[in-house]
C-alpha cells in the first residue's frame, strides 16, 4: 500500500532496525496487522517486504537464513520478465521443513521458496513498472504549444504552467521510455529556443496496451522464451 511504501522510500522503515520500533511505526502510520508487523524477516533494496505469519512450525529457524536468501534471490529477477520486483509484500503462510538436515539445505529450500514465490506473484495480476521523469522546462510564449505538443506525444504528463512575462515556465512527467529522440523533437518544435532540465521523479504502472510488448521485448532481448512463465510453471506437480 501507499503508506508503507512511502516509509520504506523515506528511510523510516529499514531492514535492520529495532524490530519494536518498526512494527509500532508499520501499525500507527500503515495500519499494520500486530503480527505482521512483528514477523518482518527481510526488507530488501526494492521495497519490498518478507514477513513470516507461521506459528508453531518445527526447524524453521534452522532455514531462517536461508528463506531470507531465498526472497531475495526472488526479487531480483521476477518471473515476468527476469528484471527486479518491487513494492511486495511477501508472507510466509506456511511450511513442511524436513527433520533431516541434509534435506533442507540451500539447494533444496531456495528453489522451493523461490516457486512459490513466483507463483504467489503471478497470481496476483502483477503489473510493469516504468521510470519516469520529472521535466523543468522555459520556452518562448510563441513556442509553447510546440514544446506542449511534443509532450503529448510522449505520454507525458503537465503538472504545472507559469506564465512569466515572455516566458513559459513548464513542469511535466515523462517517461524514460520515450525520451529516445527527446531533444530532437523539442528543439524542433521550438526552434532551438528551449531550455529544459530532467531528474528522476518516481515509478508509474505502464499502460496495459503496451504491457505484453514491453515484456516481450525485454525477454527477447535477454534470450529468454518470448512467452512468460504462468502459475502452473511454478507449481510442485
Request: proline share 6%.
Amino acid at each position: 500500500d501507499e503508506n508503507t511504501l512511502r516509509l520504506l522510500s523515506t528511510g523510516a522503515v529499514y531492514d535492520d532496525q529495532d524490530w519494536r520500533t518498526r512494527a509500532k511505526i508499520l501499525r500507527s502510520e500503515a495500519g499494520w496487522d500486530a503480527d505482521e508487523a512483528r514477523g518482518i524477516m527481510a526488507i530488501d533494496e526494492h521495497l519490498n517486504i518478507f514477513v513470516d505469519v507461521t506459528k508453531g512450525i518445527q526447524y524453521l529457524r534452522d532455514i531462517r537464513e536461508t528463506l531470507i536468501s531465498a526472497f531475495r534471490w526472488a526479487m531480483e529477477a521476477g518471473p515476468l520478465a527476469h528484471e527486479p520486483i518491487r513494492g511486495v509484500k511477501v508472507k510466509l503462510v506456511d511450511a513442511m521443513v524436513h527433520e533431516d538436515p541434509a534435506h533442507r539445505g540451500p539447494a533444496q529450500i531456495m528453489p522451493a521458496t523461490r516457486n512459490a514465490i513466483f507463483a504467489a506473484f503471478l497470481s496476483a495480476s502483477p503489473i510493469i513498472l516504468e521510470p519516469v521523469l520529472k521535466m523543468d522546462a522555459k520556452v518562448p510564449q510563441e513556442f509553447v504549444s510546440g514544446l506542449l505538443r511534443v509532450i503529448t506525444s510522449k505520454r507525458g504528463k503537465i503538472i504545472s504552467m507559469e506564465d512569466q512575462k515572455l516566458l513559459m515556465f513548464v513542469k511535466c512527467h515523462i517517461p524514460v521510455s520515450e525520451t529516445f529522440d527527446l531533444s530532437d523533437q523539442i528543439r524542433g518544435a521550438t526552434q532551438g529556443r528551449c531550455f529544459w532540465s530532467t531528474e528522476f521523479s518516481h515509478w508509474s504502472p505502464l499502460p496495459q496496451q503496451l504491457a505484453e510488448d514491453v515484456i516481450r521485448q525485454i525477454r527477447k532481448r535477454k534470450g529468454l522464451p518470448m512467452n512468460p512463465p504462468k502459475v502452473e510453471d511454478f507449481l510442485t506437480p
